[in-house]
């Protein structure tokens, strides 16, 4: 007797567990009978041909004329595009009734819906992220977190400056391409310009659909991302080293030089000597005009 107990592989294309295990059984002895199938898996007459009859409607296995009647599995390549095409179809149909019934939904009831308590938020949240297909926009009040990121979409992050209150989390923003800004009014993510997740209290969130209101909600982040400062390291060459612009960018968010100290893991000393060498590097009197320099020569962006 062998053993087919291995690790599943077609499970994601809608084949049960004993489906595989006696595809695989008719992979390693083709135009097996009935007998033959139930002697290798130890399996009974019975649950032999309900399996056998599982097969062939999926396609994978074929029955021979003739008695005793034999079984010849697909070839698992055919067999398995053939499955992911199904599959594929299956996709697409739900899509198009998952519109159908959101239009109906959306002509029943208000333009927006509140989600309650933590769990069901986190839920939706991740609902919303993973159905992304081309942007997701997020305003960040709280301790920043990196959002979990779907490959071929585009994210535009802005953090409340006062979520950055130890290096790491500097580092972290950093990396994922946040801005910073005082004061973020607000704890937004939308979606694809057509879905937003807007936290109104602290187990309370409003999803809102295509409306006048979302489209104020974007108006309102794009002119947030245009004041924002930026993190992310410049490659161009110039006079300031990444470490400079990098403080240059808090510096002209508004943060004090303890402040920038603190985020950046430094003295407040080590802040105000790297200052000066920045102005001296722009040619300039002030941080203001640092700021500005710098913004003219692209250091900034």
Known sequence: MHSYRLAPVLEALGV?????????????????????????????ATRIGRRLRSLQSLGLASRTPGRPARYIPAVPEAAVELLALRKQAAI?????????????????????????????????????QQCA??????????????????????????????????PGDLVAARSAGCRILRDVPLELVVVDRRTALLQTGPEVLVELGPSGLLDALLRLFEL????????SPDTSEGPLSYEDRQLLALAAAGLTDQAIARRLGVAQRTVERRMQRILRALDATTRFQAGLRAGQRGLLV
Do not use: N
């Open 224 to 231: 947030l991302w245009q004041q924002a400062s930026p993190l």
């Open 92 to 128: 697409v149909e739900a899509r198009l009734g998952a519109s159908v019934l959101t239009a109906q939904f959306r002509a029943k009831h208000d333009v927006f819906t509140v989600i309650r308590g933590t769990e069901a938020i986190a839920q939706r949240h991740y609902q919303a």
């Open 16 to 44: 049960c567990s004993e489906d595989e295990q006696l595809y695989r059984a008719l992979l390693a002895r083709p135009e097996s009978t009935t007998t033959d199938l139930s002697r290798d898996t130890g399996w009974a």
């Open 133 to 166: 297909q081309d942007e997701v926009l997020v305003l960040d009040r709280l301790p920043y977190d990196v959002l979990p990121r779907r490959c071929g979409v585009s994210y535009r992050t802005i953090c409340d400056m006062a979520a950055l209150s130890e």
